[in-house]
């Protein structure tokens, strides 16, 4: 068998068997969260660090930890608590953590809430080295006292900023109170922000930091483009890029479950196999859509922004933004789909009129313009295409709070075109 040269990781401290695990996952150089992370944790120091999805932090988590921690007797455990905000990152998180334990022997089990209690319930009752978990339903478990948390040694609370903006961190803190207190703490977050800092710094001790990706940094092997698209336009210049760009393996993010469907359906009509993803799907429905996605079944995913974050799926080819992302946050998650660990990938933002504020708040965060869509020729880009000005500035001040649905109405009466002088001269 060609196995894959690891030595890059053998400098960390990884045991033989991690590194074999390495080796299965054919990662040959640690990415730069894994190098700065392992050491750390092999010490059994706390750790805070800002990574965003995508950097491999995942295994920079798993790979030190299940060198370290020992396994637990029939009936005992968990050892570990890995506690992350959706169901489909627990279920990935979970099966990195399979595909090493072939090597370690540990045994894991996933709780998350949108399926049955009773293989939960029955998989503690059985004993786990490692239990990975949503908030709310191991809460749920630990009100139905199906398990203990009294034996955890390490406890890694994943994407935390994440967990802050759902309004989980109080069911976090409450599962927190059930470990004990000589744990080794592992806070994972895209961003450390203060209010991220001030809720969470209570759960670590004396971490060390590590900061791989900060505020506002872009995957770097995601090319971006931007293209004034009038709102109406929106969706026949979907379908035009889908002919001309290909429709495999692209994932297209949009604003809202209704218009997520209903694009899906009109996608199907135009002959392109689609599948859409969102907060209203049930659980078997989504891990459907993502496999059928994975597997190439289906070439494009629609999805609202419960797919923007942490969700790994290898080589999608680019990403549109049909919307434009309230929260500029939401923008870096949204391209992090494409272009992940060293792929390259490219995204396209179609952004009308009444989004142009949107779009600054963005490249504001990231400190770039997004350069204009380059293969735009021939696109019928509707009436009311805002120009957008290739000279403007994203550190210019933005216009104060938007009134949204004002803002909206007066520009579609000017045909779309906002007079602010920074949106007027560009190409459309
Ligand atoms: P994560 O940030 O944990 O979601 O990981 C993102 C992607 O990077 C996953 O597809 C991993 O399989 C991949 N990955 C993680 N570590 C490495 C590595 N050292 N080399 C190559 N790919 C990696």
Not at 37 to 44: E, H, K, R, S
Not at 162 to 184: S, T
Not at 319 to 343: F, K, M, Q, S
Request: charge should be positive.
């Amino acid at each position: 068998m060609n196995r894959q040269d690891t030595r890059g990781f053998s400098q960390l401290g990884l045991s033989q068997k991690t590194l074999d695990a390495v080796a299965d996952l054919g990662y040959a150089e640690p990415t730069p969260v894994q190098t700065q992370t392992i050491p750390v944790v092999l010490q059994g120091r706390d750790v805070m660090a800002a990574a965003q999805t995508g950097t491999g932090k995942t295994a920079a988590f798993l790979l030190p930890i299940l060198n370290e921690v020992g396994r637990v007797r029939r009936r005992e455990g968990p050892l570990v608590l890995v506690i992350t905000p959706t169901r489909e990152l627990a279920q990935q998180i979970a099966e990195v953590a399979q595909a090493i334990c072939v090597h370690t022997h540990h045994r894991i089990a996933c709780v998350v809430g949108g399926v049955g209690y009773d293989p939960q319930r029955e998989a503690l009752r059985r004993g786990c080295d490692v239990l990975v978990a949503t908030p709310g339903r191991l809460l749920d478990l630990l009100g139905q006292e199906a398990c203990s948390l009294d034996q955890v040694e390490v406890l890694v609370l994943d994407e935390a900023d994440r967990m802050l903006d759902m309004g989980f961190l109080p069911d976090v803190r409450r599962i927190v109170a059930n470990v004990p207190n000589d744990r080794q703490t592992l806070l994972f977050s895209a961003t450390l922000s203060n209010d991220v800092l001030a809720h969470t710094q209570a759960l670590v001790h004396s971490p060390v930091r590590v900061e791989i990706a900060p505020k506002g940094t872009t995957a770097k092997t995601v090319t971006q483009y931007v293209l004034g698209v009038a709102a109406e336009a929106k969706k026949r210049v979907l379908v035009e890029t889908l002919r001309r760009e290909g429709s495999s393996r692209v994932i297209v993010f949009v604003r809202g479950k209704h218009r997520a469907d209903h694009l899906c359906r009109i996608l199907r009509k135009k002959g392109f196999s689609c599948a859409s993803m969102h907060g209203d799907r049930t659980q078997s429905q989504r891990i459907r859509a993502l496999a059928q996605f994975s597997s190439g079944e289906v070439g494009v995913l629609l999805a609202t922004d419960v797919l923007s974050r942490g969700i790994d799926i290898p080589e999608v080819a680019y990403v549109v933004n049909l919307d434009v992302p309230h929260d500029a946050e939401d923008y870096i998650h949204r391209i992090g789909r494409t272009g992940r660990a060293g792929e390259r990938g490219w995204a396209l933002t179609l952004c009308s009129a009444d989004e142009y504020d949107d779009l600054r708040r963005i490249e504001r965060l990231t400190g770039k313009v997004i350069p204009a869509y380059p293969r735009a020729d021939g696109l019928d880009v509707g009436e009311g295409a805002p120009a957008l000005d290739p000279r403007r500035n994203p550190r210019d001040p933005l216009p104060g709070k938007r009134r949204r649905g004002k803002a909206t109405a007066a520009q579609r009466a000017r045909g779309g075109r906002s007079k602010r002088p920074n949106n007027t001269g560009g190409k459309g």
